[in-house]
Nanobody, 115 residues
Framework: QVQVVESGGGLVQPGGSLRLSCAASGSSFRTYAMGWYRQAPGKQRELVAVIRSSGSTIYADSVKGRFTISRDNAKNTVYLQMNSLEPEDTAVYYC?????????WGQGTQVTVSS
């Protein structure tokens, strides 16, 4: 069973930046597909960004050019660098691990963009 722990959320002003981190357990981290999802109040959970084991990435249209997903396999960690944050980015951000038919979620970290 893979343990997933997010960190780095908080309160930031519009136009500001935050970096989220997600640490996943296991000796096969480099084979995991890692993703960030978010859920705003009253809305469904949505994909933000994914990075595959190959390093290829996918982004939601709403964050392209502002967010960057990356991974450090030596540290079993994936990052989400969020720049030019907007109030619409306010949500609980969840880290997701997929390997084969197995997937695991973290507990989520709150990101609030407000002046």
């Amino acid at each position: 069973q893979v343990q997933v722990v997010e960190s780095g959320g908080g309160l930031v002003q519009p136009g500001g930046s935050l970096r989220l981190s997600c640490a996943a357990s296991g000796s096969s981290f480099r084979t995991y597909a890692m993703g960030w999802y978010r859920q705003a109040p009253g809305k469904q959970r949505e994909l933000v960004a994914v990075i595959r084991s190959s390093g290829s990435t996918i982004y939601a249209d709403s964050v392209k050019g502002r967010f960057t997903i990356s991974r450090d396999n030596a540290k079993n960690t994936v990052y989400l660098q969020m720049n030019s944050l907007e109030p619409e980015d306010t949500a609980v951000y969840y880290c997701n691990v997929k390997v084969g038919n197995y997937e695991a979620w973290g507990q989520g970290t709150q990101v609030t963009v407000s002046s």
